[in-house]
C-alpha cells in the first residue's frame, strides 16, 4: 500500500481524570522497523491497545491498513505480542503454537508444520514436546513471538518485546525482526531500551507524560538534536575523569557510565580543550571520539526528568499503570 499502514491523527485517552495519551499524531509507513518509545508510564502500552481496537480513544482517529481502525476485525493481518504474557501452562509448546495458528484462521495441519520451522529458527526444536511451565521464561516469550508470527501477517506489533531476555535470546529475536522486515513486513514495536531501538528502527517516535516529544528517521532524529559530542572510555582510573565531566565550562552534559562516558561539550569549550583536561587527570584516556548523538543520549534529554517524575508517580499505591 502507498500510504502509511498505521495512522493516528491527534488521539486522546484518559482513564478516571488521567490523560495516558494526549493529542498523539504518528504515521508508520509500509515495510519498515517503527520504535515507539518512552519510559515506563509513557503511555506506549495504551496506544498500542488503541491501534489493536482494544481501547477506544476519547478524541481523534486511527487508521490501519487506510481504513477505519478495527484490529479485531484485521487480526488475520496482524501479529500482536502484548505486553502480559498469556500461555497455557499445562498445554505442550507444539499444541499450543497449533492453537495460535487456529485462532488466526490456519489449519492445524499448516499450523503444525509452520511451529516446527519457527521452534527450529528460535532455538527450541528439542522442547516441541513440552510442556509451557517446564520452559525459561526467556523460552516462553520465544513461544509466544512465534505465536505472534505464525500465520504470516503483514504487520507485527510487539509490545516491550525484549523484556526479560538474556543478551542471546534477545539477539536472537533482533535478528528476526530484522529478518522479518526485509521480507517486506512492518514492524511496529516498543520500548525503553534505546540501544535495541537504535540499532533496529527505520523511525521513532519518542512519547513522554502521553505526548510526543520526537518525532522522525533516526537521521532526522540524530540531526535535530545537534550540539557536539564525545564518546569517551578510560583504561586506567575513571574516577579521575569525574570532575572534569561535571565541568560546565566543557561539558553541556555527560552519561557517565563509569569506565565510558558520552559528553556534549558545552556551547563555547573547544574540544581540544577538554582532550588536554582529561589526559591531565591521569583518568588513562583509552577513547575520544566526536560522534553522532545517541538515541540514549537524546531519549534522556528529552525524557529524563519526566521520566523519574512519571516512575514516582505509577509507584504509588493504588496507581494505575498505563505503560
Known amino acids: 500500500m502507498s500510504g502509511p499502514v498505521i495512522h493516528l491523527e491527534h488521539v486522546t485517552k484518559r482513564f478516571a481524570g488521567h490523560t495516558a495519551v494526549r493529542d498523539l499524531s504518528l504515521d508508520v509507513p509500509a515495510g519498515t522497523i517503527f520504535g515507539l518509545l518512552g519510559p515506563n508510564g509513557a503511555g506506549k502500552s495504551t496506544a498500542i491497545r488503541m491501534m489493536m481496537d482494544i481501547l477506544v480513544p476519547d478524541e481523534g482517529r486511527i487508521s490501519l491498513f487506510g481504513g477505519s481502525v478495527g484490529g479485531r476485525d484485521l487480526s488475520h493481518r496482524i501479529g500482536y505480542l502484548p505486553e502480559e504474557r498469556g500461555l497455557y501452562k499445562k498445554m505442550k509448546v507444539v499444541d499450543h503454537l497449533v492453537f495460535f495458528g487456529e485462532t488466526k484462521g490456519v489449519s492445524a495441519s499448516r499450523a503444525r508444520a509452520k511451529a516446527g520451522e519457527w521452534l527450529a529458527r528460535l532455538g527450541l526444536e528439542d522442547w516441541t514436546d ?3 511451565e517446564d520452559l525459561s521464561k526467556g523460552m516462553q516469550q520465544k513461544v509466544q513471538f512465534a505465536g505472534t508470527i505464525l500465520h504470516d501477517p503483514e504487520l507485527v506489533i510487539l509490545d516491550e518485546p525484549f523484556s526479560g531476555l538474556d543478551p542471546v535470546n534477545s539477539q536472537v529475536l533482533k ?3 530484522i529478518d522479518l522486515a526485509r521480507t517486506g513486513k512492518t514492524v511496529l514495536f516498543s ?19 502521553g505526548e510526543k516529544v520526537v518525532d ?16 569517551l572510555a578510560f583504561h586506567r582510573d575513571a574516577a579521575r575523569a569525574a570532575p572534569v565531566l561535571r565541568d560546565r565550562s566543557l561539558v553541556a552534559w555527560a552519561d557517565d557510565e563509569g569506565a565510558s562516558a558520552e559528553v556534549e561539550l558545552a556551547p563555547d569549550a573547544d574540544p ?12 588513562g ?8 548523538p545517541s538515541l540514549q543520549s537524546i531519549f534522556i534529554a528529552k525524557v529524563g526528568r519526566d521520566a523519574a517524575t512519571a516512575a514516582a508517580i505509577t509507584d504509588q499505591p493504588g496507581s494505575a499503570r498505563h505503560a
Do not use: N, P, Y
Not at 216 to 231: D, F, L, P, Q
Not at 272 to 283: F, K, Q, W, Y
Not at 285 to 292: A, D, N
Open 216 to 231: 522522525g528517521t533516526m537521521a532526522e532524529v540524530k540531526r535535530e538534536a545537534g550540539g557536539r559530542h564525545i564518546a
Open 191 to 209: 520500548t525503553h531500551i534505546m540501544e535495541q531501538a537504535e540499532k533496529m528502527c527505520d523511525r521513532v517516535v519518542i512519547i513522554s507524560r
Open 285 to 292: 584516556l583509552s577513547r575520544f571520539e566526536i560522534v553522532e
Open 175 to 177: 535478528e528476526t525482526v
Open 130 to 132: 513440552k510442556k509451557i
Open 272 to 283: 581540544d580543550r577538554l582532550l588536554e583536561t582529561l589526559v591531565a587527570s591521569g583518568a
